[in-house]
């Protein structure tokens, strides 16, 4: 059983840092190709922000190159988002996810979601 569980999330200004937590047991023991990924909810839809393959591969969104950083702690089964100079665009529910199929960059393959944390930006 592979259980995302986020945390870290909170209402900050333009300009502030944040650092998203999830921990995820179970994601790594099945021996498989894996990606892990943050997403950002903030209408419909869920969109990429960052993710992270076993073999240490990143992706960013364009909006956020240069400003986040994805990694994660392989001994505590935790994965992290390090978010800078935060925007009021960057509001939104944050969610960890877990893939083992393609492709990595939809929602649509990732099987494990924690229940989100929101992030709220001001001006």
């Known amino acids: 059983q592979v259980t995302p569980v986020e945390s870290g999330g909170g209402s900050v200004q333009s300009g502030d840092s944040l650092r998203l937590s999830c921990v995820i047991r179970?994601?790594?023991?099945?021996?498989?190709?894996?990606?892990a990924g943050w997403f950002r909810q903030a209408g419909l839809g869920r969109e990429a922000v960052a993710v992270i393959?076993?073999?240490?591969?990143?992706t960013y969104a364009d909006s956020v190159k240069g400003r986040f950083t994805i990694s994660r702690d392989n001994a505590e089964d935790t994965l992290f988002l390090q978010m800078t100079s935060l925007q009021p665009h960057d509001t939104g529910v944050y969610y960890c996810?877990?893939?083992?199929?393609?492709?990595?960059?939809?929602?649509?393959?990732?099987?494990?979601w924690g229940q989100g944390t929101q992030v709220s930006v001001s001006s």
């Open positions: 393959k076993n073999d240490g591969t990143t």
């Open positions: 996810a877990v893939a083992y199929r393609y492709p990595w960059w939809s929602a649509s393959a990732y099987d494990y």
């Open positions: 179970g994601y790594m023991s099945s021996g498989a190709t894996y990606c």
